[in-house]
C-alpha cells in the first residue's frame, strides 16, 4: 500500500511539476528579417535606453515557473519597464497595485518603485502590455488619472477581453482597441509580434536601441531565464489548473526563444518575472535598474555587498530587497 501511494505522489510530481511535454510539438519561429525591416522602417529617431522597476517580489519555487527545474528558490519578481525615446518614452507592463500584490503573494512591495511607475505612465507617450494579467496591467488600470492615461495604452480587442474578466470600474472607460498585423511596428524601432499562447492576445515586444543593441520582451511566455535556456514551459501545475494556457503553443514559442537564443546572442531576450537574472544581467546587457531606484553607494565597510539581484549561482536564487 505504501510503495502504491509513493508512486501515485511521483508520478503526481512529474505530471505537475516535471514534464515539459510534449515533446514532438514544433517550434514556433520568428521572421527576424521582417521584425527588423518593420523596426527600421517607422521613421524617427529610436529609443536611446532601457530602464526597468520591480514593483513587488517573492520566493517561488523555480519549477513552478520552468517545469524540472526542481524546488530551489527563485525571486519571481513584477517588473515594470521604461524605454526613452526622443519621440516620448514608452512604458511596457506597468505591474500592479499593493493591494493586489498582497492577494496574488508578492509579500515584498516597494511603494517607491509603483510611485515612479506612475510617473512613467503619465509622462509616458505609448503604454504596451505583453497581455493583460493583473499583474501586467493592475497599475494602468488603478491610476488615478485614467481617462487622461487610457489613451496612450495600444490595447487589441483579446487584450481588452482579458481586462474586462478583472471587473475594474476604469476598465469600463476603455471603448478604442486596436487589431494588429502579426508583425507590426508602433514606434521608431519598437515592434509587436503576435505570439498567442499564454493568453489568446499575448504579444512579444522588439526594441532596437539607436546603439543597435536590440532587446526582445518575451512576456509571460518565458517568466524566467530557464525557460528560454532550457526551452520549457511553466509547469502544469500553473498552466493546466492556475492560469488555463495553451500549453502547447507555449511550448512552441519557448522552442522558439531557446533557438533565436543561440542563433543570435546578441540579442536580448528579456524573461518577464526572473527578478535575479534582470539584476545580474543589467549591466552586461545594456539596460539598467531606473536611476530613481538605483541603490546608493554603499559605505567602505560595506563596499563587498552584493548588488541587486545577485546570485553567485544561477541555480540558487537570492530574494531582491526593495530599493
Known amino acids: ?38 523596426a527600421d522602417a517607422f521613421p524617427g529617431d529610436k529609443p536611446t535606453a532601457i530602464h526597468f522597476a520591480l514593483v513587488a517580489s517573492r520566493e517561488v519555487p523555480s519549477a513552478a515557473l520552468a517545469a524540472g527545474t526542481g524546488f530551489r528558490p527563485t525571486t519571481a519578481g513584477v517588473i515594470a519597464w521604461k524605454i526613452e525615446a526622443p519621440g516620448g518614452s514608452i512604458v511596457i507592463d506597468p505591474g500592479l497595485s499593493r493591494a493586489d500584490a498582497l492577494a496574488t503573494g508578492f509579500k515584498d512591495y516597494d511603494p517607491a518603485a509603483a510611485a515612479l511607475v506612475e510617473r512613467w505612465i503619465d509622462e509616458a507617450g505609448l503604454i504596451l502590455l505583453t497581455h493583460a494579467h493583473l499583474d501586467h496591467v493592475g497599475l494602468f488600470l488603478d491610476h488615478p488619472r485614467f481617462d487622461g492615461i487610457m489613451g496612450k495604452a495600444i490595447l487589441t480587442p483579446g487584450m481588452l477581453a482579458t481586462i474586462n474578466a478583472l471587473y ?15 508583425i507590426e511596428a508602433i514606434a521608431p524601432g519598437v515592434v509587436l509580434i503576435q505570439t498567442p499562447g499564454h493568453t489568446p492576445a499575448s504579444e512579444m515586444i522588439f526594441v532596437k536601441l539607436a546603439n543597435g543593441r536590440e532587446f526582445l520582451f518575451a512576456g509571460d511566455t518565458a517568466s524566467l531565464a530557464f525557460n528560454i535556456e532550457k526551452a520549457v514551459p511553466r509547469s502544469r501545475l500553473l498552466t493546466d489548473f492556475l492560469v488555463q494556457e495553451d500549453r502547447h503553443a507555449v511550448i512552441g514559442w519557448v522552442k522558439a526563444l531557446h533557438a533565436l537564443e543561440k542563433k543570435e546572442p546578441r540579442l536580448v531576450i528579456l524573461p518577464s518575472h526572473d527578478a535575479d537574472w534582470i539584476g ?44
Open 1 to 38: 500500500m505504501a510503495i502504491a501511494i509513493l508512486a501515485v505522489a511521483g508520478l503526481a510530481y512529474y505530471w505537475l511539476l516535471v514534464d515539459s511535454g510534449p515533446a514532438s510539438i514544433p517550434p514556433r519561429t520568428f521572421d527576424m528579417a521582417a521584425v527588423r525591416r518593420a
Open 168 to 182: 475594474r470600474e476604469n476598465g469600463s472607460h476603455i471603448k478604442g482597441t486596436r487589431s494588429l498585423a502579426p
Open 280 to 323: 545580474d544581467a543589467a549591466a552586461e546587457k545594456g539596460f539598467s535598474i531606473a536611476p530613481d531606484l538605483a541603490p546608493k553607494a554603499p559605505p567602505a565597510a560595506a563596499a563587498s555587498s552584493p548588488p541587486l539581484g545577485h546570485r553567485p549561482e544561477l541555480t540558487l536564487a537570492k530574494p531582491l530587497q526593495p530599493a
